[in-house]
């Protein structure tokens, strides 16, 4: 007879990244393929990082500084905030799912979109909670309703914003009067992976709305404007008691050196940022001229990446694209079907992506 386990994880579907560009070119033997699946940042480390990366080869024998001091300390100077506030961690999914942990007890709920980031779902589910999802207004998160779904079970409500794999975005007003109705007993979770993209005027800044909620976390990340997706680094901001909680569970050396020095080197290369999010601006300009050349809908995102729908069951386009050289995002899980998620990438890469989509549909 086998040995339990927990029914809640057994029944758990696994993430599923993006298809590497090595194992496209093992089936397929294409090895000019061009990856738009991941949302990663397609210009590759700034010089900064680079140096960084290479005067941390010396110390690769050693345990990283497990309270991540250094870098701390640059976000702390960075977002004007107590280093005491701040909780590093293993790519922000690590904060996230600490988060549920320590929010959640057998039992409790936790509340998410129905198009939310597969993480939050699995966060809530693996620290004993009950998941409650809240369907979509327009792609997006409809704050009333969740507001309405709090009852004296809830403990944790995640929110992103941007949402992925949507990229619809809630404003300051909504996002204040949702906070508002929330009880001090129930925890929010503000994932902004995506916001050094945002242009938007009204767009919020969740850090500086800790300040005013006791009850609110922001989770930032270096995987996504800063390009250092690899390295997995990511962090959250919050009251200094709920910080602590967290370094309670988090694991010792949860970010290895070399990510921590890199991270630090990212911080300081404001130029790499406003570059990265103006060919952001520029790629995402081409591909929506390209996309309604083609008759086809999209969800208007500021992210770096759109979701297409092409009307019509997605994965037969999606594995066309694939024999194409170019990799993109089923999102059949996430509740869409018909749509296909495509990152941002540099003007040939959004190109190629246009040209074989023409191709397909």
Not at 17 to 44: M, T, W
Not at 195 to 217: F, I, S, W
Not at 336 to 342: A, E, S, W
Request: with cysteine; charged share 20%; glycine share 10%.
């Amino acid at each position: 007879m086998p040995a339990s386990v927990n029914s809640a994880i057994a029944g758990l579907t696994p993430y599923q990244p993006g298809k590497p560009l090595e194992e496209l070119a093992r089936e397929l033997g294409i090895d000019d393929a061009v990856k738009l699946a991941s949302n990663e940042n397609p210009r590759g480390p700034g010089p900064g990082v680079r140096r960084a990366l290479e005067g941390g080869f010396a110390e690769l024998s050693r345990y990283p500084d497990g309270s991540g001091h250094r870098l701390k300390n640059a976000l702390s100077a960075h977002l004007e905030v107590a280093p005491e506030r701040i909780t590093l961690g293993n790519g922000s999914n690590d904060v996230l799912e600490l988060a549920a942990r320590v929010a959640l007890s057998p039992g409790c709920r936790g509340i998410c979109d129905e198009h939310a980031f597969v993480v939050y779902p699995l966060a809530i589910t693996a620290a004993g909670g009950v998941l409650t999802r809240i369907p979509a207004r327009q792609h997006g998160h409809d704050l009333d309703a969740f507001a309405d779904a709090i009852d004296a079970t809830t403990r944790v409500v995640f929110i992103a914003n941007p949402n992925n794999p949507t990229g619809t975005w809630v404003d300051e007003p909504a996002l204040v009067r949702f906070l508002d109705a929330v009880p001090p007993s129930v925890w929010v979770v503000l994932d902004e992976a995506y916001a050094e993209y945002v242009t938007k005027p009204g767009y919020p800044d969740g850090v500086r709305l800790t300040e005013r909620y006791d009850n609110l976390m922001v989770t930032r990340t270096f995987s996504k404007v800063h390009g250092l997706a690899s390295l997995r680094v990511g962090y959250g901001v919050s009251s200094t008691e709920f910080a602590d909680l967290l370094n309670r569970l988090r694991q010792p050396f949860n970010v290895n050196s070399l990510a921590l020095a890199a991270a630090e080197a990212a911080l300081a290369d404001a130029d790499y940022v406003i570059e990265s999010r103006r060919l952001n601006e520029e790629g995402m300009a081409e591909i929506e001229a390209g996309l309604a050349a083609l008759g086809l809908g999209w969800i208007p995102s500021v992210g770096n990446f759109v979701t297409v729908d092409v009307g019509r069951e997605a994965g037969g386009i999606y594995d066309a694209l694939l024999h194409r050289g170019v990799i993109v995002r089923p999102v059949a899980n996430y509740g869409l079907p018909n749509h296909l998620r495509v990152t941002v990438g540099l003007p040939d890469e959004n190109r190629r992506f246009l040209d074989a989509l023409a191709e397909v549909m």
